[in-house]
């Protein structure tokens, strides 16, 4: 009958037979369960030393614990060998191509703060029964000027107001000057919708217009809407009402406008109107009694020109028409750009094309 040692022998061996077998992290557990847990039949013989005789205690208890140090340190050496096999194999079969996006993927880009207010305002007009047109950026003369009653000597017909691309005159006798230029408003689209379609007629012309000009507040390159209005018995009531509405859309359903008298060629009376100060609310002081620097202190903001359709403007279109003793309307126009520093508190009208990605990274 083989002795207590030698018991212990054949514990070591199977154990470490075990050991080498597993081929997991969770069998390897399992052996050390098995053969060095509570109920292994190594641990039994630990605890049993005590009742043994004692010139056995010496050789058991020496054999015993150097087996079950030795399966210790194999499992443990074994577990390591399977840790990092198995990290290898998660980094094979796990891995992650970083050249991808991630989940969800993050946006290429987004709109420019510029397309954003025209496409809000275009929103609004077209939920108040306004078509949105397009025109022309190299337009004629007889558009931008003429049909929109501008005398020949106006100042904006000069060179240093307006680009120019062809001044070569009139093309016929009797149609009037027809040199080509850059447009310096999205007002000629007036008379072109007259001229295509008959009364009524509620549009508004967004888009890309060209001036002279360039310091904080004007670019060279600029963005106008141009609002027109053509039906029987329109009024400035009407076109208070409608800028009214459009405003408070845009700044807030507290606003409120107000007309001062001016003049524009292709309107009569004319209008500027402005639109009471968000900031301050109109009062042209802060919470702290400081003067509101939006308004400059006068609780109303400037943003555009306005009036009713003029009726030389009808008589170019009368063909198609529009007599101006049965139908009326108005006209109003006004900056993107304007509506865009104001909305986002931008303080140079020039930050929205330097393309500086800090700045336009805000508007995502």
Known sequence: MPSMVDRIEQIEAGGRQAVSAAASAAELEEVRVTWLGRKAELTAI???IADLEPAERGPVG????????ALEAQIEERGAELAAAELETGLVED???VTLPGSPARAVGHLHPITRTRRLIEDVMVGLGYRVMEGPEVEHDFYNFTAL???????????QDTFYVDPAGPVEAGDGPRDVLLRTHTSPMQVRAMEAAPPPIFMIVPGKT????????HSPMFHQVEGLAVGEGITLADLKGTLLAMLREIFGPDREIRMRPHFFPFTEPS???DVSCFRCSGTGTLNDSSRCGLCKGIGWIELGGAGMVDPNVFGFVSDSGYDSDQITGFAF?????RIAMLRHGVGDLRLFFDNDVRLLEQFS
């Open 210 to 217: 060209y001036r002279r000009d360039s310091d904080a507040t």
């Open 333 to 337: 126009g006004f900056g993107i750009e």
């Open 271 to 273: 209008v500027e109107f």
């Open 46 to 48: 630990l605890r049993g």
């Open 62 to 69: 020496g054999a015993a614990n150097r087996t079950r140090k």
């Open 95 to 97: 891995r992650i191509d």
């Open 149 to 159: 009653n501008h005398p020949e000597d106006h100042p904006a017909r000069m060179l």
